[in-house]
């Protein structure tokens, strides 16, 4: 297992032109060609501002511009969940590689994950396009925490992605019911919501066993929010981050070390 | 010097996953299997102990039936599969050529699906820069390389991944039936290619259908049975044993189907219901229904065709002489009778047809039980399926037993020439035409 994981490094070329052809060969034959990338987050953002802005108006003044508070959440989120959408079902569609060319299996679903890292990225376009538009910057000596989070959030994802891509394969039906897994898990973590609102305080303990909790605070708490810690910062969430960091290290092992095990298999049952 | 590929007692099983409509994750849970669910339930031998090895620089041909495991060998060798006991030790850069352009992507141009093709198969950016005009030029796709890979012809899509393929330069090629792909002149090039590899004392491991390629290309072939290696060794000599029991297979299914179809034809219900359209049918000669009808006067109890040893056979080689013998017998004396032969082939062409009466034997009496022999000194007829009438009836027609096309047998031939018959025949040319041997 531990030269497999090694030898990822070695296909690190591989994974590089696979990502460029995914993003390539995404919007190939649209009008909009690329820009679809910063235009699907701003539809999004369109669409959830409007239902929170006039249909359900937002009242938590915390939460002032919504708009810049929601897409700080939004934004990963949907990199994760288009993630593990896309990679659960990676080794299936790739099934043609899988079984005649002597491929690592598990380029593919890191290859799901790492494009849309790059989607997300650009995303962040978009925000900084609102954050100006509101005038509401975040504090910048929080910045630099940003790639920390984005490392975790990768990590955290990365396994995700290798435990779900594996058991799809045996299990078809892991794709129909990650849909739904995933709206129940948006609607449970404080993305379109403020995580203080004392209806979501009566149950924080449970809201802290949602590892994307500890991601959507840290995202808002240094995109969003300004100083409320004593130390001045408003990261005050940065030891639970750094936990969920350890957390996910052992997590992707674990769901490597699972998909390491299967990988004879997929030949056979792709 | 240690071979180029070896494989030692390979035994590779395939599983079939518990009961496919079983194992979804729902009644894995409900009912606690997932562990076992994802242990195998029916398992299936593609290799059964086979151990070989090429010496670098050699040609191995590997031929066999379908599902015999030559491509479950090649992917062993390669690495895509690992073998369930044995193990397998290859040398070098192994290239295999068993889906061309698996990795293409049909919305990127050909050129991008070139630079990731060739990271596949672990060449660097910078080498398939280096042989990018020689890989579109083999391709024979200057032209198109820069229109996206969905536009393309199945042979233009084929014929890329051939090229990408063949120019990572490998130490080990292995060819898995690609040879169809292209036409003529892309199938000679392909073959240009495999010598120039040969003679840069490179290691190829060939799968193919194609008898003669392996005769001519390989320096040896092995042949695989039911996942089990069956002979190794002079090519010539394996492809003949390989010949021998293709065709001791193909008799035992001709028989089989042969007593199928006697079967049916006795089968009282259906003659019973068939006896009036029969009628009908007998009329007319040309209809090719297979059936068996007649007065019963005079009955054919048995056909059976022999072979030059005067054995039983359904397998005839091209000149070699062939019997029919109808086994026939009449239960009340009959004075008035013809026999009668039709050879068809397998678009229902009468090849041949005749019977007593056209060759002008006069019948006088016959009675009990009785042989017919009717011999071909020399079955010149080409390589196909071909299908016996035999009948025995009055001078005016009237059947007492007509069998339609319920015999087969098959003629096989060396050379592939075409048509139906074969005359003897030789070809004479002036001193200066010249030719060579074919190699």
């Known amino acids: 297992m531990w030269s497999n994981l090694a030898s990822l490094a070695r296909h690190r070329p591989l994974i590089q032109s696979l990502v460029a052809r995914e993003l390539k060969a995404r919007y190939r034959g649209s009008v909009l060609g690329f820009f679809w990338s910063f235009v699907n987050p701003l539809m999004l953002l369109t669409i959830y501002t409007f239902v929170f802005a006039k249909i359900l108006p937002n009242t938590t003044p915390e939460t002032s511009p919504y708009p810049v508070f929601m897409f700080s959440g939004l934004l990963p989120w949907?990199?994760?969940?288009?993630?593990?959408?896309?990679a659960s079902g990676s080794l299936i569609s790739g099934g043609n590689l899988i079984k005649k060319v002597l491929f690592p299996a598990e380029v593919l679903p890191i290859v799901s994950v790492l494009s849309n890292l790059v989607h997300f990225l650009l995303g962040l376009v978009?925000?900084?396009?609102?954050?100006?538009?509101?005038?509401h910057f975040p504090d910048w000596n929080d910045l630099a925490w940003f790639p920390v989070i984005v490392m975790v959030?990768?990590?955290?994802?990365?396994?995700?992605?290798?435990?779900?891509?594996?058991?799809?394969?045996?299990?078809?039906?892991?794709?129909?019911?990650?849909?739904?897994l995933l709206t129940f898990w948006f609607f449970a973590t404080p993305i379109i919501y403020y995580y203080k609102m004392d209806t979501v305080q009566d149950f924080l303990w449970l809201f802290k066993l949602n590892p994307f909790f500890h991601l959507a605070v840290s995202y808002q708490?240094?995109?969003?929010?300004?100083?409320?810690?004593?130390?001045?910062?408003?990261?005050?969430?940065?030891?639970?981050?750094?936990?969920?960091?350890?957390?996910?290290?052992?997590?992707?092992?674990?769901?490597?070390?699972?998909?390491?095990?299967?990988?004879d298999s997929f030949a056979e049952a792709v | 010097m240690t071979p180029a590929i070896e494989l030692h007692e390979v035994t590779k099983i395939y599983r079939r996953y518990g009961g496919r409509q079983f194992s979804t994750l729902k009644s894995a849970l409900l009912h606690r299997s997932i562990l076992r669910d994802l242990k195998p339930s029916e398992t299936f031998p593609a290799l059964r102990g086979v151990s070989f090895a090429v010496p670098r620089g050699q040609t191995?041909?590997?031929?066999?039936?379908?599902?015999?495991?030559?491509?479950?060998?090649?992917?062993?060798?390669?690495?895509?599969?690992?073998?369930?006991?044995?193990?397998?030790?290859?040398?070098?850069?192994?290239?295999?050529?068993?889906?061309?352009?698996?990795?293409?992507?049909?919305?990127?141009?050909?050129?991008?699906?070139?630079?990731i093709n060739?990271?596949?198969?672990?060449?660097?950016?910078?080498?398939?820069?280096?042989?990018?005009?020689?890989?579109?030029?083999?391709?024979?796709?200057?032209?198109?390389?820069?229109?996206?890979?969905?536009?393309?012809?199945?042979?233009?899509?084929?014929?890329?991944?051939?090229?990408?393929?063949?120019?990572?330069?490998?130490?080990?090629?292995?060819?898995?039936?690609?040879?169809?792909?292209?036409?003529?002149?892309?199938?000679?090039?392909c073959l240009d290619k495999f010598a120039e590899f040969k003679r840069r004392n490179k290691t190829i491991l060939l799968v193919t259908h194609s008898l003669g390629l392996v005769e001519r290309f390989c320096d040896e072939a092995l042949w695989l049975d039911h996942g089990e290696r069956k002979h190794l060794g002079d090519p010539k000599?394996?492809?003949?044993?390989?010949?021998?029991?293709?065709?001791?297979?193909?008799?035992?299914?001709?028989?089989?189907?042969?007593?199928?179809?006697?079967?049916?034809?006795?089968?009282?219900?259906?003659?019973?219901?068939?006896?009036?359209?029969?009628?009908?049918?007998?009329?007319?000669?040309?209809?090719?229904?297979?059936?068996?009808?007649?007065?019963?006067?005079?009955?054919?109890?048995?056909?059976?065709?022999?072979?030059?040893?005067?054995?039983?056979?359904?397998?005839?080689?091209?000149?070699?002489?062939?019997?029919?013998?109808?086994?026939?017998?009449?239960?009340?004396?009959?004075?008035?009778?013809?026999?009668?032969?039709?050879?068809?082939?397998?678009?229902?062409?009468?090849?041949?047809?005749?019977n007593t009466d056209i060759e002008e034997y006069q019948s006088d009496r016959f009675a009990g039980d009785a042989d017919v022999m009717f011999h071909i000194e020399a079955l010149d007829l080409v390589e196909g399926t071909y299908k016996l009438d035999v009948a025995v009836h009055k001078r005016d027609g009237a059947p007492y037993d007509y069998h339609r096309l319920l015999?087969?047998?098959?003629?096989?031939?060396?050379?592939?020439?075409?048509?139906?018959?074969?005359?003897?025949h030789r070809w004479e040319f002036s001193p200066t035409v010249k030719f060579r041997l074919k190699a």
């Open chain 2, 118 to 189: 060739g990271i596949m198969l672990g060449l660097t950016r910078r080498q398939i820069e280096q042989r990018f005009d020689e890989i579109v030029e083999f391709a024979e796709l200057t032209q198109f390389i820069d229109a996206p890979v969905k536009t393309y012809s199945s042979g233009m899509y084929m014929r890329l991944g051939f090229a990408v393929a063949i120019h990572v330069d490998p130490d080990v090629l292995l060819v898995d039936e690609v040879l169809a792909v292209g036409d003529e002149g892309f199938t000679h090039k």
């Open chain 1, 78 to 86: 949907t990199w994760l969940s288009s993630s593990l959408l896309e």
């Open chain 1, 153 to 180: 959030q990768l990590v955290f994802t990365l396994g995700l992605a290798l435990l779900l891509a594996a058991l799809t394969v045996h299990f078809r039906d892991i794709r129909e019911l990650l849909g739904n």
């Open chain 1, 221 to 263: 708490e240094i995109l969003f929010f300004h100083g409320e810690t004593p130390t001045g910062s408003s990261f005050g969430h940065m030891w639970s981050l750094l936990a969920l960091g350890g957390a996910s290290i052992v997590l992707f092992v674990v769901c490597y070390w699972v998909f390491d095990r299967l990988r």
């Open chain 2, 60 to 115: 191995l041909g590997v031929i066999g039936r379908n599902g015999s495991g030559k491509s479950t060998a090649l992917k062993v060798v390669a690495g895509i599969t690992k073998p369930t006991s044995g193990w397998v030790r290859v040398q070098g850069r192994i290239s295999a050529l068993i889906e061309l352009g698996a990795g293409f992507h049909p919305e990127i141009s050909g050129r991008e699906n070139v630079f």
């Open chain 1, 126 to 135: 978009i925000l900084a396009a609102f954050m100006i538009w509101f005038q």
């Open chain 2, 407 to 424: 015999y087969t047998f098959r003629v096989k031939s060396r050379l592939k020439d075409v048509g139906i018959y074969r005359p003897r």
């Open chain 2, 237 to 354: 000599r394996v492809i003949g044993a390989y010949m021998t029991d293709v065709e001791r297979q193909e008799e035992q299914l001709l028989t089989a189907d042969e007593a199928k179809t006697l079967r049916d034809v006795d089968n009282p219900t259906r003659s019973q219901a068939q006896t009036i359209d029969d009628q009908a049918a007998a009329k007319d000669m040309t209809q090719l229904t297979e059936g068996r009808w007649g007065s019963g006067g005079v009955e054919i109890r048995e056909v059976t065709l022999l072979g030059d040893q005067r054995q039983v056979t359904h397998i005839f080689h091209t000149g070699e002489p062939i019997t029919v013998k109808l086994a026939v017998s009449a239960a009340d004396p009959v004075t008035d009778f013809v026999f009668g032969i039709g050879i068809f082939n397998a678009e229902g062409l009468c090849v041949y047809g005749t």
